[in-house]
Protein backbone atom coordinates (compact mmCIF):
# COMPACT_ATOMS: atom_id res chain seq x y z
CA UNK A 1 0.00 0.00 0.00
CA UNK A 2 1.61 3.32 -0.68
CA UNK A 3 -0.60 6.97 0.75
CA UNK A 4 -0.15 9.86 -0.91
CA UNK A 5 -0.63 13.26 0.51
CA UNK A 6 -1.04 16.56 -1.68
CA UNK A 7 -0.98 19.85 0.05
CA UNK A 8 0.21 23.47 -1.91
CA UNK A 9 -3.64 24.33 -3.46
CA UNK A 10 -5.07 27.69 -3.26
CA UNK A 11 -6.29 30.70 -4.57
CA UNK A 12 -3.89 32.60 -7.13
CA UNK A 13 -4.39 35.37 -9.22
CA UNK A 14 -4.36 34.76 -13.44
CA UNK A 15 -0.67 34.80 -14.64
CA UNK A 16 0.19 33.78 -11.14
CA UNK A 17 2.35 30.47 -10.17
CA UNK A 18 1.40 27.50 -7.74
CA UNK A 19 3.97 25.06 -6.30
CA UNK A 20 2.04 21.99 -5.43
CA UNK A 21 3.70 18.63 -3.59
CA UNK A 22 2.85 15.02 -2.98
CA UNK A 23 4.37 13.19 -0.75
CA UNK A 24 4.53 9.63 -0.54
CA UNK A 25 4.66 6.69 2.04
CA UNK A 26 4.04 2.97 3.02
CA UNK A 27 5.76 0.72 0.55
CA UNK A 28 7.34 3.21 -1.67
CA UNK A 29 10.40 1.05 -3.08
CA UNK A 30 8.58 0.36 -5.96
CA UNK A 31 6.87 3.36 -7.25
CA UNK A 32 7.98 3.97 -10.52
CA UNK A 33 6.22 7.30 -12.02
CA UNK A 34 4.30 9.90 -10.73
CA UNK A 35 2.26 11.99 -12.17
CA UNK A 36 -0.26 14.88 -11.29
CA UNK A 37 -3.88 14.45 -12.59
CA UNK A 38 -6.86 17.35 -12.52
CA UNK A 39 -10.75 16.84 -12.87
CA UNK A 40 -13.41 18.97 -13.41
CA UNK A 41 -16.63 18.02 -11.80
CA UNK A 42 -18.39 15.41 -14.33
CA UNK A 43 -15.29 14.95 -16.26
CA UNK A 44 -12.64 12.35 -16.60
CA UNK A 45 -8.99 13.22 -15.08
CA UNK A 46 -6.39 13.76 -17.09
CA UNK A 47 -3.01 14.16 -16.95
CA UNK A 48 -1.23 17.16 -15.62
CA UNK A 49 2.21 15.90 -15.56
CA UNK A 50 4.32 12.80 -14.84
CA UNK A 51 7.69 11.50 -14.60
CA UNK A 52 8.98 7.94 -14.38
CA UNK A 53 11.88 6.14 -12.63
CA UNK A 54 14.40 6.59 -15.49
CA UNK A 55 13.60 10.55 -15.19
CA UNK A 56 11.95 10.92 -17.94
CA UNK A 57 8.50 13.73 -18.33
CA UNK A 58 5.15 14.02 -19.65
CA UNK A 59 3.72 17.35 -19.94
CA UNK A 60 1.18 17.33 -22.55
CA UNK A 61 0.45 20.84 -24.49
CA UNK A 62 -1.84 22.09 -21.84
CA UNK A 63 0.57 22.56 -19.52
CA UNK A 64 4.21 22.63 -21.85
CA UNK A 65 5.75 26.20 -20.97
CA UNK A 66 4.02 26.59 -18.01
CA UNK A 67 4.52 23.28 -15.76
CA UNK A 68 7.52 21.51 -14.55
CA UNK A 69 7.46 18.26 -12.61
CA UNK A 70 10.16 17.09 -10.55
CA UNK A 71 10.61 14.19 -7.73
CA UNK A 72 13.71 14.18 -5.27
CA UNK A 73 16.18 11.44 -5.16
CA UNK A 74 14.29 9.04 -3.02
CA UNK A 75 11.48 9.03 -5.21
CA UNK A 76 9.02 9.84 -2.39
CA UNK A 77 8.53 13.42 -2.85
CA UNK A 78 6.61 15.00 -6.39
CA UNK A 79 6.64 18.53 -6.82
CA UNK A 80 4.34 20.49 -9.72
CA UNK A 81 5.71 23.79 -10.35
CA UNK A 82 2.92 25.79 -12.37
CA UNK A 83 3.32 28.88 -13.82
CA UNK A 84 1.51 31.27 -15.62
CA UNK A 85 -1.79 29.97 -14.40
CA UNK A 86 -5.42 30.56 -16.56
CA UNK A 87 -9.08 30.64 -14.90
CA UNK A 88 -9.13 26.97 -16.78
CA UNK A 89 -6.67 25.72 -14.69
CA UNK A 90 -8.73 25.94 -11.79
CA UNK A 91 -10.26 22.35 -10.74
CA UNK A 92 -8.75 19.94 -8.11
CA UNK A 93 -5.14 18.14 -8.75
CA UNK A 94 -4.83 14.46 -7.59
CA UNK A 95 -1.38 12.97 -7.27
CA UNK A 96 -0.74 8.74 -8.38
CA UNK A 97 1.58 7.00 -8.50
CA UNK A 98 2.16 3.62 -10.13
CA UNK A 99 3.41 0.79 -8.44
CA UNK A 100 5.19 -2.53 -10.58
CA UNK A 101 5.71 -5.77 -9.17
CA UNK A 102 6.27 -8.96 -10.19
CA UNK A 103 2.25 -9.07 -11.02
CA UNK A 104 1.66 -6.26 -12.07
CA UNK A 105 1.53 -2.29 -11.87
CA UNK A 106 -0.98 -0.70 -8.95
CA UNK A 107 -2.02 3.11 -8.92
CA UNK A 108 -2.39 4.96 -5.93
CA UNK A 109 -4.52 8.26 -5.62
CA UNK A 110 -3.97 10.87 -3.07
CA UNK A 111 -7.17 12.66 -2.05
CA UNK A 112 -6.22 16.04 -4.53
CA UNK A 113 -5.90 19.75 -3.45
CA UNK A 114 -7.85 22.24 -5.09
CA UNK A 115 -6.25 25.02 -7.44
CA UNK A 116 -8.41 28.42 -7.79
CA UNK A 117 -7.22 30.96 -10.15
CA UNK A 118 -9.01 33.98 -10.26
CA UNK A 119 -8.89 37.91 -9.30
Known amino acids: QVQLVESGGGLVQPGGSLNLSCVAS????????MGWYRQSPGKERTLVAS???????NIPRSGAGRFTISRDIAGNLLHLRMNKLKPEDTTGYYC?????????????WGQGTQVTVSS
Open 51 to 57: VDGDGRT
Open 26 to 33: GSTANIYE
Open 96 to 108: RARVITVVGSYYY
